[in-house]
């Protein structure tokens, strides 16, 4: 009986693991066919402009929400309505402050409402990241994204491969509408009415999750900005696919550990550490077939032709993440946030001063190396700073 019971348990977690890293999949998964399906890479780089703006504003406004959230109904698990009412409101005035952005942005004034209605909903959705996570919600997630991708698929497959960027932003915010209306349906009442504010003390300390979190995915977007700066919709286009594979190959890091991430801020260093070690020296010895695969699809599926020099660049991105992710959830667990966001705004500056000089001179395979340079240093400064605080 007790077997039977262990079996049982052993079952569900490699279920919940199964569908977690699914739904780490499913997005990027749908970035490689949308950029495959459209066949033109000038409408694919002005949509990855749109959406990079969207994403960035709306990790603004997320502000550490999905992992203070979790922390939080961890330790308090009959609190969880309290404590998901209070984040959702106390951020509403950061949301209001990101659409003003919108304002000060450059383009079609259409173009720019779209988006905005598309970070509006996709700030809603993100709420719920954090109760999807803890009630471990992976398939009915799964299930409506997989649908709402397969209904644009279908689209342009009928639109004989034609669709435009406004199509395209009006997809979004029906898909994000859609979805949000899923999730009050999945979590049934979720709000505790008494909560209905802003509570500034609750922002205050997810500032110190959103912090480090925010200033790292600048840090590592800071090579993107200035592409767009300095190339073409197109150059935009093709680098974007390149990170996309990167980010697959990080996805597959940060799937094996999602569904323990609670567990981080409750077990010791060291537990957390032999958790994730197997998967990080998996995934390391991973990392060069894995560039030759993605010569070969890029180069037959996508006919985009990058120099050799430029996939050994790619290679050298890979590594740094695989290094330096469980570093953080450990250092932020343990109090040394702001830490952290210094040595990531450090990156961010090294970042833009070697872009500034490399991509006018090598265009993408200059973003690369800033790339990989600001990644690298990023990982010897945590290793240097976890040295000094075990000595």
Known sequence: MQNDETRKKIVRRIFSFSM????????????????????????????????LIVNVLTFFAGWGNKEFVIR????YPARINTIWTTDIFSRLILIGVALLVFIL?????TLKL????????LYLTKSFDSLVVYEKKFTETLLYDVSSYAILILYILFSSFKITVLQ??????????????????????PFDFRYLRIDFLHLKTSFFFFLPAFVGFIQGKTD????????AKTDLGHYQLLLNFAGLFHGGVAAGITPFIRNMFR???????????????STCFLAIPYVFIVRLVITRIYHVYFSEQLYGLFALLLIPFLLYFTKNIILIRDGYATHIAWIYAGGILINTT????????????????????????TFLALWFFERRLSK
């Open 20 to 51: 977690g890293a699914a739904n780490n999949f499913t997005g990027l998964a749908f970035g490689f066919l949308l950029s495959w399906l459209i066949a033109d890479f000038n409408t694919w780089g002005e949509y990855v402009y749109w959406s």
């Open 267 to 281: 077990l010791k260093s060291d537990a957390v550490q032999k958790l994730t070690l197997f998967i990080k020296l």
């Open 354 to 377: 070697i872009c500034m000089i490399a991509i006018p001179l090598a265009g993408l395979e200059g973003a690369l190396i800033a790339n990989i340079i600001t990644q690298w240093l």
């Open 72 to 75: 939080e109904i961890s330790r």
């Open 224 to 231: 993107v900005f200035m592409l767009m700066h300095f190339m």
């Open 168 to 189: 395209l932003l009006i997809w979004q915010i029906i898909s994000n509408l859609l979805k949000t209306i899923f999730y009050f349906y999945l979590f049934r009442q």
């Open 105 to 109: 942005i450059a383009g079609n004034s």
């Open 114 to 121: 779209l988006a905005a209605g598309w970070l509006l909903f």
